[in-house]
């Protein structure tokens, strides 16, 4: 599974992967495969054409590649029970718009990782605002968005954990780095905590 992250990070503009490198096959831009672990796990390419919402079933684990395109300014992604998502978010080139994902934890166990690759250039105005909302107890999300900037870029992120009342046990974390590679370029970083239960583990970083 980790080649088959590095082969499409490395190469942003295809829309499939080699299936040998996977030990799995491939239809279309979706791969099923087997982990050395011998677990079964699901990759897919993000289409453009997808619905804003995805929902990840009980007890399955899904890796999503989840591409930044003109089209599509916000998604939702619902984790059940006992399932788990990890959203690799990719980003490469010039933007001028904003964007929004939200993973919902609505099952006891769910887990979610997100993790945000990108790479700004030109005069380029991006923003991200990303929602961990943890509505059932037992959950975990953990997040981390990286950018490059180069040339006159600027980003904005504004990054949210929410815990609702009924989501004790939770645990979440949050972090933000940026690299700036010219002096024209900004960054800005806001993190965010509201929780409204008693027992759980917040933090987060920039």
Known sequence: KSEALVF?????????CDASRLTGREQGSVVWGKAQSGKLF???LKPRTIS??????????????????GDEGAAEYCVREGAQLTLILVGRGQYIRDYERTIRLVGRGAEAILIGLID?????ALGLRTMQRHEAPDTRSNLM????????AAFRYHGVIRIEKLAQKSDAYQRN???????AASARSDPALEILA?????THGA
């Open 177 to 183: 780095e940026n690299l700036l590679l010219s002096a």
């Open 42 to 44: 699901h990759m897919a």
């Open 145 to 152: 968005v990286k950018t490059v900037l180069r040339d006159k």
């Open 120 to 124: 700004c250039r030109g005069e380029s």
């Open 8 to 16: 499409w990070l490395a190469a942003p503009n295809r829309r499939s």
């Open 52 to 69: 804003s919402s995805h929902i990840i079933k009980k007890d399955h684990h899904e890796t999503i590649i989840d591409v930044l395109s």
């Open 198 to 202: 008693n027992d759980v583990r917040c």
